[in-house]
């Protein structure tokens, strides 16, 4: 059982950055690959990012390669998402993610879900 907390939305102007953080309890964190998403009213949830337990396999969409980096501190039990060069049409509730034995971009594949935290990015 896993439980994750987001932190680290908040508005900012386009062009602009911010570093989400999900922080996870349990003792097994590096055994989980971690993942966001992101999702608006009205449309359905978007994959953004993915990371694997060591940290040495991570994946993108389309739509933030370049832009976006996913890392994470097994010590700290955290996943991060760098966001740079922040554009209108990246506002949206972004939400952590957590799965043991899965790595790809389907909701479907991960079982423990955090909150969400709010990102706003202004024109």
Do not use: H
């Not at 999900?22 to 989980?32: I, L, Q």
């Not at 980096?69 to 740079?84: E, F, G, H, P, W």
């Amino acid at each position: 059982q896993v439980q994750l907390a987001e932190s680290g939305g908040g508005l900012v102007q386009a062009g602009g950055s911010l570093r989400l953080s999900c922080a996870a309890s349990g003792p097994t964190f590096s055994r989980y690959t971690m993942a966001w998403f992101r999702q608006v009213p009205g449309k359905e949830r978007e994959f953004v990012s993915t990371i694997n337990g060591n940290g040495l396999a991570t994946s993108y969409a389309d739509s933030v390669k370049g832009r976006f980096t996913i890392s994470r501190d097994n010590a700290k039990n955290t996943v991060y998402l760098q966001m740079n060069s922040l554009k209108p049409e990246d506002t949206a509730v972004y939400d952590c993610a957590a799965g043991a034995g899965v790595f790809g971009r389907s909701p479907l594949l991960y079982k423990y879900w955090g909150q969400g935290t709010q990102v706003t990015v202004s024109s």
